[in-house]
């Protein structure tokens, strides 16, 4: 049987992955840029994995707790576009695919 996942099924299931947010792993609005970027890439069924979609990305706050993680050879988000996908939340805030 399938199930459709909502945008709000989508959130909670990789939010009670990461303790409900407490661990600071995902925001809100940054799963629903995820989200809203499944929703347009996908043309046909999706299985639904929370595990593998939460292990696949990781949110940031800014270009620097970017650099902590990996380097300050990063100088800016398009760096970081030639080597992976990133989706913007807002001003400072992105998403970056880790299988890069």
Same mark, same amino acid.
């Given at each position: 049987?399938?199930? @459709?996942? @909502? $945008? &709000?099924?989508? +959130?909670?299931? +990789?939010?009670?992955?990461?303790?409900?947010? $407490? !661990?600071?792993? #995902?925001? @809100?609005?940054? /799963?629903? %840029? /995820? &989200?809203? &970027?499944?929703?347009? +890439?996908?043309?046909?069924?999706?299985?639904?994995?929370?595990?593998?979609?939460?292990?696949? &990305?990781?949110?940031? $706050? !800014?270009? $620097?707790?970017?650099? !902590?993680?990996?380097?300050?050879?990063?100088?800016? /988000?398009?760096?970081?576009?030639?080597?992976? +996908? %990133? /989706?913007?939340?807002?001003?400072?805030? #992105?998403? %970056?695919? @880790?299988?890069?």
């Amino acid at each position: 049987m399938k199930h @459709t996942v @909502t $945008k &709000w099924e989508f +959130i909670d299931s +990789i939010m009670r992955i990461h303790d409900n947010g $407490k !661990n600071e792993s #995902f925001t @809100t609005e940054g /799963l629903e %840029v /995820l &989200w809203d &970027w499944y929703d347009d +890439i996908e043309y046909g069924n999706m299985e639904f994995y929370p595990a593998d979609i939460s292990a696949q &990305w990781c949110e940031y $706050k !800014n270009l $620097k707790e970017f650099q !902590n993680d990996y380097t300050d050879e990063y100088e800016d /988000l398009d760096d970081i576009r030639n080597r992976s +996908i %990133v /989706l913007k939340i807002d001003d400072e805030s #992105f998403l %970056v695919n @880790t299988e890069f």
